[in-house]
């Protein structure tokens, strides 16, 4: 099957720095990538909607300029969580799904967030 | 509004007990519903797609199916190594990307 990978696992960081976390589409095209949430025991909720080229669009009630993304090319969307506090910690998961044929989307491992 | 239900929570099985869980869904037009398979501090592993109501997909001890209200995903002698959370979702837009999920059910097995 198709692989996507995600980068870093884990990552612990200092409340008010940025963390970039990245998603690569490592043998296939796509045009939309996806970035969902997970807090525990909860739904992995989609936060936004990445898309090559243009601006991403985000869901209701997450904030664009505090999760910053960027999808430079068609195997490659970043996030980037800026000034990062306690509450954004949480496991983010990405997923793409590929341009050439219409098939399920493929997800990353995810990322751990840890904000200390 | 789209939703997504799944019950039980959790469900503890002997090995080669049998069972099955539950996915309610209300969506405007079904595109699509999916169900995975999450191991801890994993991604979700993908599973199965339904389109339409009597739909029925199997593969190794899985068997999901498909009604206009809700799916089901049917365990058969299920093994330690089933053990994970078995999520369900349906396709919200254009894309199979685009999904609302439910909470998921956490699967243990026990030998």
Same mark, same amino acid.
């Given at each position: 099957?198709?692989?996507?990978?995600?980068?870093?696992?884990?990552?612990?960081?200092?409340?008010? &720095?940025?963390?970039?976390?990245?998603?690569?589409?490592?043998?296939?095209?796509?045009?939309?990538?996806?970035?969902?949430?997970?807090?525990?025991?909860?739904?992995?909720?989609?936060?936004?909607?990445?898309?090559?080229?243009?601006?991403? &669009?985000?869901?209701?009630?997450?904030?664009?300029?505090?999760?910053?993304?960027?999808?430079?090319?068609?195997?490659?969307?970043?996030? &980037?969580? &800026?000034?990062?506090?306690?509450?954004?910690?949480?496991?983010?998961?990405?997923?793409?799904?590929?341009?050439?044929?219409?098939?399920?989307?493929?997800?990353?491992?995810?990322?751990?967030?840890?904000?200390? | =509004?789209? /939703?997504?239900? /799944?019950?039980?929570?959790?469900?503890?099985? /002997?090995?080669?007990?049998?069972?099955?869980?539950?996915?309610?869904?209300?969506?405007?037009?079904?595109?699509?519903?999916?169900?995975?398979?999450?191991?801890?501090?994993?991604?979700?592993?993908?599973?199965?797609?339904?389109?339409?109501?009597? =739909? =029925?997909?199997?593969?190794?001890?899985?068997?999901?199916?498909?009604?206009?209200?809700?799916?089901?995903?049917?365990?058969?002698?299920?093994?330690?190594?089933?053990?994970?959370?078995?999520?369900?979702?349906? /396709?919200?837009?254009?894309?199979?990307?685009?999904?609302?999920?439910?909470?998921?059910?956490?699967?243990?097995?026990?030998?």
């Amino acid at each position: 099957g198709a692989v996507v990978s995600q980068h870093p696992s884990r990552v612990i960081c200092k409340s008010g &720095t940025s963390v970039k976390i990245e998603c690569r589409s490592l043998d296939f095209q796509a045009t939309t990538m996806f970035w969902y949430r997970q807090f525990p025991k909860q739904s992995l909720m989609l936060m936004a909607t990445s898309n090559e080229g243009s601006k991403a &669009t985000y869901e209701q009630g997450v904030e664009k300029d505090k999760f910053l993304i960027n999808h430079a090319s068609l195997t490659l969307s970043t996030l &980037t969580v &800026t000034s990062a506090h306690p509450e954004d910690s949480s496991f983010y998961i990405c997923s793409a799904a590929p341009i050439d044929r219409n098939t399920e989307a493929f997800f990353g491992q995810g990322t751990r967030l840890t904000v200390v | =509004e789209d /939703q997504v239900t /799944q019950s039980p929570e959790a469900l503890r099985l /002997q090995e080669g007990e049998s069972s099955s869980l539950n996915c309610s869904y209300t969506v405007s037009g079904l595109r699509g519903l999916f169900w995975y398979r999450q191991d801890p501090g994993k991604g979700p592993e993908f599973l199965f797609t339904l389109y339409s109501a009597g =739909e =029925e997909k199997e593969k190794e001890r899985l068997k999901a199916t498909l009604t206009k209200k809700e799916s089901f995903l049917h365990i058969t002698a299920p093994k330690p190594e089933d053990s994970a959370t078995y999520l369900c979702a349906v /396709q919200r837009g254009g894309s199979q990307g685009n999904l609302i999920f439910g909470k998921g059910t956490k699967l243990s097995v026990k030998p």
